[in-house]
């Protein structure tokens, strides 16, 4: 009987309507479970953030994932998009996120001046109240239409095949990691070279076993083996290494330091990119992180979406097997690990 009650849970309201169901397989909510599920989640960041608690970087990691996905999340509650891929909504949530960051931002930079709230509007307290009022809108929106959705989440069942084609990209990123602090510490290259090695490997098996594999194994491969090929180059200094990338830094920083953006602070076409001073000025502000951490790392896990978006284009014309191969030829051009990171402008476009 306990084992029955931890496979398959029902919790029933006061009117004995289907709230939350767990099974062995699915996960079912409605409209309700996944709003209060979110507040919480918004409940939680505040807190990190007003009482600065980053204990093992709980609060970097945590801002990051709510400013990156939520706001996102919200709008397509708002706008009732459904019935589409688990990975493509994914990808919609993030782009959605990041166009919120940079429209919202600019539009608390210049409203607050013109009000006369204050003249720091990309401060920390100005950005986490206007954002918890947008947020809270937009919450309030999403409920009114969407009163009668049910919400099921479908988890895949996975052949001891299928998890060892899932742990093993997982190892690249930490690969890569690794093998770049080796690099800056005046190390070897083995670890790096290992990493390339079998990322080649990887994906011949893929190819090779790829009538016996789960559907959701080619996205995870496509992730993993693109944050590590950016990580391999972005994390090769302890500084900001590249060209275009020190003067956006630049006006990164400026904005930064005044709490508000102009065009009178510097007259150059890099300080009138939202992707380079509205953005970065916000992700800093909710995961008080390092400047150079923001571009050399969060910007980077924010552009492997971008291979991810192309292998869903891609599948929509050829066979998955053929999409995954055409990203990886994409993913593994010198342009892609070598070239983006160095113009975190073009990353975010």
Not at 18 to 43: D, E, P, R, Y
Request: charged residues 15%; positive net charge.
């Amino acid at each position: 009987k306990k084992l029955k009650n931890i496979l398959g849970i029902k919790l029933l309201n006061r009117q004995n309507k289907f709230i939350v169901k767990f099974s062995k397989n699915t996960m079912q909510l409605n409209i309700k479970n996944i709003l209060l599920g979110i507040l919480a989640f918004m409940l939680i960041v505040n807190l990190l953030v007003i009482f600065d608690l980053n204990l093992f970087y709980i609060r970097t990691i945590l801002a990051f994932i709510f400013i990156i996905t939520i706001p996102g999340l919200l709008i397509m509650l708002c706008f009732k998009i459904r019935n589409i891929n688990p990975w493509e909504y994914l990808v919609y949530t993030i782009g959605l996120s990041i166009a919120f960051i940079m429209f919202a931002g600019l539009a608390v930079n210049w409203t607050l001046p013109w009000l006369n709230i204050t003249d720091k509007p990309l401060s920390l307290w100005p950005i986490l109240i206007c954002f918890d009022i947008f947020l809270l809108i937009f919450t309030f929106i999403a409920y009114k239409r969407n009163k009668d959705l049910k919400f099921e989440l479908k988890f895949p069942k996975f052949s001891w095949l299928d998890r060892i084609f899932l742990i093993v990209p997982f190892c690249f990123p930490f690969m890569a990691v690794l093998g770049a602090f080796i690099l800056n510490n005046q190390g070897p290259n083995y670890l790096t070279m290992i990493m390339l090695g079998g990322i080649a490997i990887y994906v011949f098996l893929v190819v090779l076993f790829r009538n016996k594999l789960n559907s959701n194994i080619y996205p995870f491969a496509i992730l993993m083996i693109s944050i590590a090929l950016l990580l391999m180059f972005s994390l090769r200094s302890w500084y900001i290494s590249g060209w275009d990338i020190s003067q956006e830094t630049y006006v990164f920083r400026l904005t930064i330091d005044k709490g508000i953006w102009s065009i009178n602070n510097f007259r150059d076409a890099y300080n009138a990119m939202l992707s380079i001073i509205i953005l970065p000025t916000i992700i800093k502000l909710f995961t008080s992180i390092g400047i150079e951490s923001i571009f050399k790392l969060f910007f980077q896990i924010i552009f492997i979406f971008h291979s991810l978006t192309i292998f869903l284009i891609f599948r929509r014309y050829i066979p998955t097997i053929l999409a995954f191969t055409a990203s990886f030829l994409y993913f593994g051009t010198i342009q892609f690990n070598a070239v983006f990171p160095a113009l975190i402008r073009q990353e975010i476009a």
